[in-house]
């Protein structure tokens, strides 16, 4: 069997890869989201944060602002957004999330420096100049940032929708990483997804963020929109890479009609079939490869001298509800509606609607909706998804020793279930060590599902999931 390393590019195998094309989680946390419950809220929240402090060595933290905001609607869209062009609502939106600031902070000692904060949405730059000083402040104010090298501050922006001069303004608040949204250059299929944007507004959103001394770039791109080819797509993927951004995320279209509004505007007939969707991601992947890119895992690509690529080489790279992250060991404070927190052993959620997020906040009450606290059964499988997620391979006799077990007795059943896929030659199965192959490396969902104890209660409730690829 060929295994992977992370200076050789995985094989992309599509006969493989059609085969196990089924539907799963992220694991951008285990358990997924959809086992949240809201029997978890403030009072749960408060307690997991007292015992964070506790540790020996306090962790530091990551700060998680969300944006809801959108000024016109993205139909592929599935993130949890607001559209107005009403600056009002951000006032009152503000107000409620410095409300919110102020509740939290205190929750966590001030030996606990702030290494990681990221801005989403919606549209982060929806925030003007002013507001998004003032915003800056406060949580400089209520939260100890980190004054080392590595420190992560990143935001999402919407070229369409903001000029080179906020962009230096941003980096006079510290932000040092930016990300912003192309999907596809091609207009049919931004005309088809209302996303209309220039390749010369992304070069000067780009180029502005690296004269202002940010320290990595990065793009979105969606494959599996409406109206895409191939020819079209590899138009986009050759500006991509002329626009040489440190990252880039190449993420596969999941049309969910039903759960967003806003895909009922895409007229299905117009998807491309699953050949056309899986040529459209082997191009990808074969562009960016060539063109010096690592695969991270998943959907990421990053430069070999990008923080995540560097991550991934130390051992602190983590997944989390961002995607992959380069800070393993810190606790994430979602602020903001719909935010989810990951704090020691639990993870909880901010109510998804303004109502809801409000009316806490307004009663004095953390915006805590739903949650979870972790079992052991859980922090042992999470740890073991987050090693092949991450880093493609797991140390089974360190994992023994960390959680004090017999692999092949805990995981028997797990084990079992990776028989198919390791004679399929996704993975290997040794005594010693799991190790992810070249071609397993864009099935790693269908790895981890093989350790995840929720998932076939969640597939007999019909929850749904994403497509694998």
């Known amino acids: 069997m060929e295994i992977t390393s992370r200076t050789v590019a995985p094989h992309f195998d599509p006969a493989l890869i059609e ?38 060595i306090p962790r530091p933290l990551s700060l998680y602002v969300h944006v809801p905001f959108c000024l016109s609607p993205c139909f592929y869209c599935g993130c949890t957004r607001i559209i107005t062009r009403q600056p009002g609502k951000a006032m009152v939106y503000l107000d409620h999330l410095y409300r919110e600031i102020e509740r939290v902070a205190p929750l ?93 507004q992304t070069r000067a959103v780009l180029d502005a963020a690296r004269d202002a001394g940010f320290r990595s770039t990065s793009v979105d791109l969606i494959y599996g929109l409406p109206k895409q080819t191939l020819d079209g797509f590899a138009r986009t993927l050759d500006q991509v890479i002329a626009l040489a951004p440190d990252r880039v995320a190449a993420y596969g279209y999941a ?13 299905a007939a117009d998807l491309p079939d699953a050949a056309t969707r899986l040529a459209l991601l082997g191009l990808t992947v074969e562009a960016l490869t060539a063109a010096g890119y690592r695969y991270i895992g998943m959907d990421h690509f990053a430069r070999p001298d990008d923080d995540l690529a560097r991550a991934q080489d130390a051992g602190t790279l983590q997944r989390n509800f961002q995607g992959y992250s380069t800070h393993a060991d810190c606790d994430l404070i979602g602020l903001g509606m719909s935010s989810i927190s990951h704090i020691g052993a639990s993870f909880s959620q901010n109510a998804r609607d303004l109502v809801g997020y409000y009316a806490a906040l307004d009663a004095g009450r953390l915006p ?81 599902m093989c350790f995840d104890a929720h998932l076939p209660r969640a597939q007999a409730v019909d929850v749904r999931y994403s497509r694998a690829l």
């Open 255 to 267: 049309h969910l009609p039903e759960r967003f509004k806003a895909q009922r505007r895409i007229v």
């Open 368 to 448: 805590v909706a739903r949650g979870l606290a972790l079992d052991e059964d859980d922090l042992i499988r999470a740890d073991a998804i987050q090693q092949l997620m991450c880093h493609g391979s797991l140390d089974i006799l360190l994992f023994e020793r960390r959680h004090r077990l017999d692999f092949g007795v805990y995981f028997a059943a797990e084990l079992e279930r990776l028989r198919q896929p390791a004679a399929d030659g996704l993975i290997m199965v040794a005594p010693d060590r799991l190790e992810v192959s070249s071609r397993g490396h864009f099935l790693l969902r269908i790895i981890a």
């Open 19 to 56: 085969r196990y094309d089924i539907s799963g989680p992220r694991y951008t946390s285990y358990p997924a989201a959809p086992q949240f419950h809201h029997r978890f809220g403030d009072a749960e929240l408060r307690a997991f944060a007292r015992t964070s402090n506790e540790d020996p």
């Open 108 to 200: 966590f000692d001030r030996d606990r420096p702030l290494a990681q904060l990221h801005f989403g949405g919606g549209t982060p730059n929806f925030l003007d100049a002013a507001r998004m000083g003032d915003l800056l402040e406060s949580l400089a104010r209520h939260f100890a940032f980190s004054r080392e090298a590595d420190r992560e501050f990143g935001i999402e922006l919407d070229p369409r929708w903001c000029g080179t001069g906020y962009v230096r303004m941003l980096a006079t608040l510290g932000f040092n990483r930016v990300s912003v949204g192309i999907q596809d250059f091609d207009p049919a299929v931004q005309r088809a997804v209302n996303r209309i944007q220039s390749v010369e």
